[in-house]
């Protein structure tokens, strides 16, 4: 089975054409930070517009790369939700129509199950049951994934998502969007151990998050800084690293926390935090002292794309899953667990 599948939730158009067979053809990925770079954050209406002017061309240089006539495409899978409602719709307008116009089936996809399944794209891909933890701008969630489709959420961000702090965390030091690689790459001339932060909810038994306590920490010590005439390059990256640190040593406790509280011994990681190295460096530390395996997706496909999108299109339609109307209704928010399962 081929699947042409289209991603644009939020600010990247990612479109890609996935084979059952012979695995992943081609992708493409439009990114439009330059578009919302000025204004420090996506700008919803600007973002849905710029999709409509990426998908066709990105879906005829897909198609070209792969090989594929329109008569090989099997189906299309778009991400019908959670995200910017306008952004989605596009996606979800432009696949519905093509699929009508191709006479070939589609299939909505939930983005967090896109990310969810990302590391199935490597060559080595991890079997359920597992420890998924997702970690993007918008989620940050730590699933056990008993099959494809069964998703129990163990614990989940009671306020901001990692991602999203970073990106808070980049503004105060006015670094540009998008956030966390700005951070990131800043962290790396940091002293280690110049601040100490607060590891959010670690003392705390369970598997929730919190990053407005860290956020709120770091605000000051930049106000701080600001106040007395110290906040210099160095002084910021120290900041920088400190918080990466932080959220980078409370993520991996939760993720130890909830493989023992399963018993299970792979944990998966994906989303565009995923992408942060100091992250895959301690969770990979980690996996080799306590003993288990730990699978992330390149880092290109940690953040948003429309490989992801193909190939949980392509285990859904394979399992006779479609959409029964052309219509193009979407799913700005839509939890993860309510998704049907898949055996
Ligand atoms: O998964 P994603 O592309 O979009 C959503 O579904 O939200 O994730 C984007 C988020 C942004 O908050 C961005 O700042 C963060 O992932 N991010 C990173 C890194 N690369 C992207 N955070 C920390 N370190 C990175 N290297
Ligand atoms: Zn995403």
Partial sequence: MRVLGIET??????????DSVAGLLSHALYSQVDLHVDFGGVVPELASRDHVRKLLPLTRQVLQ???SQQSDIDGIAFTQGPGLAG???????????LSY??????VGIHHMEGHLLAPMLEPEAPEPPFVAL??????????????????????????????????????????????????????????????EFPRPMVNRPGLDFSFSGLKTYVLNTVQERRADGTLDQQA?????????????????IKCTRALAATKLDTLLLSGGVSANK??????????????FRAFYPRPEFCTDNGAMIAYAGCVRLQQGQQQTDRSFAVRPRWSLSSLEGIH
């Fill in 9 to 18: 939730s939020c600010d990247e158009t990612g479109v890609a054409v996935y």
């Fill in 65 to 67: 790369e792969s090989g």
């Fill in 87 to 97: 952004a989605l719709l596009v996606g979800a307008g432009f696949a519905q129509a």
């Fill in 101 to 106: 116009a191709w006479g070939c089936r589609s």
């Fill in 134 to 195: 997702l970690v993007s701008g918008g989620h940050t969630q730590l699933v056990e994934v008993k099959a494809v489709g069964d998703y129990k959420i163990l614990g989940e961000s009671l306020d901001d998502a990692a991602g999203e702090a970073f990106d808070k965390v980049a503004k105060m030091l006015e670094l540009p969007y998008p956030g966390g690689p700005a951070v990131a790459a800043l962290s790396a001339s940091g002293t280690p151990g110049r601040y």
């Fill in 236 to 252: 910021a990256a120290d900041i920088a690293l400190a918080f990466q640190t932080a959220v980078v040593e409370t993520l991996v």
């Fill in 278 to 291: 100091a992250l895959r460096e301690k969770i990979t530390q980690r996996a080799r002292k306590d003993g």
